[in-house]
């Protein structure tokens, strides 16, 4: 597999990983820009720009944006994220023009009719409801304000039902416009792709595109807090974290080895005694999300209301033992996991591509499989035992659930118990 890069006058970059053994393969438009990148007035606008993408250009309806990539078999989707959105396709291999004329037009030609726009607002306002009525879901979203209250980075992705009902074509226009540049914008493929090719159609269909001049987002600034729903559910669902690291910080790979031998899977240090030893929860794990400035460690769990005054105690000491007990092989354990992982994803064009496009956003660049191997391989017990002590007993804790969670403890009784 070879990958080749190429940027544009106008800033945009053009990346692809060949893969000629394959019959199809996997195209996307990855822009630099989400719902951090959104003003309090904007709140959900970037998820709103997702779906209205697909809603008629000047040349196609939604219909015939839907049929055209259908009718050769193959798909076409999209995701917000905090700090990026994709517009991605799959298709056979003698297809990827056709796939990149509409990517292309769907980002360069979106009309955003007002009748469009009306109805996909009460689509996503549905979409809203079912977050919300689902707590595994909505106790992530409490989780993210606690940590990051009063920042667009703290804010939900859809919105809310008022924000979303806010917005006018016009808005959707200038937040595409400020935000939709060049050197913000990747477009990647991986499968059967001629490189040269997607840089042609780049080229003729981006050429109008502004190079630059998108606004960074507001630094991100980790608070902590507590954000807890009483409700009649059955199980109290719980998520509580600290501030964990950046992609680009040193202790990021340490982190990402921390969380899961804490709570990576069934062999985890967290299932094996939260779950397995002592029944407490059916489901528990650990999770690091790395931003481009910030980060947070977490671990989640499910459990019923008897449970959770005896379930928070039993986790809160797995971490400060990790502190102390981390051992090499379980370092060596990760890696391996981790390797494994990034081999498979070289089989998939669609996860090769997003890895690619991921990677150029966030690095300004490619980054070979070696190179990642050897920075992960750098990862030595005893550093992920240092950042585990100064993540732990930095004391701002975040705290949410929903459920039966009046028993839950005070997220600051948590930190002082941390610190202890």
């Known amino acids: 597999m070879t990958v080749r890069s190429t940027t544009l006058d106008n800033g945009m970059t053009v990346l692809t990983d060949d893969m000629p053994h394959l019959e199809s393969a996997a195209l996307g438009i990855w822009v630099k820009a989400g719902s951090r990148s959104e003003t309090e007035a904007e709140h959900g606008i970037s ?4 779906h209205m993408a697909f809603k008629g250009t000047q040349s196609r309806s939604a219909f015939e944006i839907a049929d055209a990539i259908e009718s050769v078999g193959g798909d076409l989707n999209a995701a917000t994220s905090v700090e990026h959105t994709g517009y991605f396709a799959r298709v056979l291999k003698e297809d990827v023009a056709l796939a990149g004329d509409i990517l292309s037009d769907i980002l360069q030609n979106s009309l955003f009719e007002p009748n469009e726009l009306d ?7 549905q979409e809203i409801g079912a977050a919300r009525d689902n707590p595994d ?5 409490l989780f993210q304000q606690a940590a990051y209250p009063d920042q667009a980075i703290g804010r939900t992705i859809l919105g809310t039902v008022e924000s979303v009902n806010s917005f006018s074509p016009d808005n959707i226009r200038a937040y595409m416009e400020r935000n939709y540049v060049g050197d913000h914008m990747v477009l990647c493929a991986a499968g059967n792709v001629d490189h040269d090719a997607l840089v042609d159609i780049a080229q003729n269909r981006f050429h109008t595109l502004k190079p630059a001049g998108a606004p960074p987002p507001a630094r991100a600034a980790y608070v902590g807090g507590e954000k807890r729903l009483v409700s009649e559910h059955e199980q109290a669902h719980i998520v509580l974290g600290m501030e964990g690291r950046a992609y680009n910080s040193d202790g990021f790979y340490a982190v990402q080895i921390l969380a899961s031998i804490l709570g990576g899977g069934m062999s985890s240090r967290l299932f094996q005694e939260v779950r397995e030893k002592r029944g407490l929860c059916y489901s528990v794990y650990a999770f690091h999300w790395a931003f481009e400035d910030s980060g947070i460690f977490g ?10 005054s005896d379930l928070v105690p039993v986790v809160l000491a797995e971490l400060q033992k990790a502190t102390e007990t981390i051992t090499e092989d379980e370092v060596i354990r990760v ?3 981790i390797r494994a992982g990034l081999l498979m994803s070289l089989e998939s064009p669609s996860s090769r591509a997003g890895q690619l496009a991921r990677q150029q956003i966030l ?6 499989l070696a190179e990642t191997v050897e920075r992960i391989n750098r990862v030595t017990a005893d550093r992920v035992k240092q950042v585990a002590r ?5 004391g701002n804790v975040s705290l949410a659930g929903i459920g039966p969670v009046a028993k839950l403890p ?7 118990q941390l610190r202890t």
Do not use: C, K, M
């Not at 005070?410 to 002082?416: E, G, L, M, P």
């Open 390 to 394: 100064q993540i732990f007993d930095a």
């Open 363 to 368: 690095w300004g660049r490619p980054i070979a």
């Open 335 to 337: 890696r391996n996991q």
């Open 47 to 50: 998820h709103v720009l997702e």
């Open 137 to 141: 879901d909505h106790v992530f979203d």
């Open 299 to 308: 671990v989640a769990a499910s459990t019923g209301e008897e449970e959770v």
């Open 410 to 416: 005070d997220y600051r009784d948590i930190a002082a």
């Open 119 to 125: 109805r996909e607002q009460q689509v996503i306002i």
